[in-house]
């Protein structure tokens, strides 16, 4: 899998990290949790999302300025090689969502 990194918290192979896949999904580098499946990412992190979509999985506010994040653990050797994850961190892949309007009427975005 290829990535496109779209931006981070820290310098690049440091974490936090947002890249879009060569699979039309987010791969999303954060903080690891006690669940393989779920990571932590800082609020300030979606800024780099593409115009008009959204992380397609729900993100938990933890209430001090991070998400929980959960989606299926990056497993795929050319995208961990990309990554360069530390010890302390994990990746996640999620769907790219379609950002809708909370008050538009059903069907309409």
């Known amino acids: 899998m290829k990535l496109e990194r779209l931006g981070g918290d820290s310098t690049e192979g440091q974490s936090p990290t947002l ?8 791969v999303t580098q954060g903080w690891s949790t006690d669940d393989p499946r779920t990571i932590e990412i800082p609020h300030r992190l979606i800024r780099y999302l593409k115009p008009g979509t959204c992380l397609g999985a729900l993100l938990r506010d933890t209430g001090h300025g991070t998400f929980m994040l959960t989606g299926e653990p990056v497993t795929d050797a050319e995208a961990l090689e990309q990554i360069r994850l530390p010890g302390h961190e994990s990746a996640i892949e999620v769907p790219v969502g379609t950002e809708r309007r909370r008050d538009a009427a059903p069907g309409v975005r």
């Open 19 to 26: 890249f879009l896949s060569d699979r039309s999904t987010y």
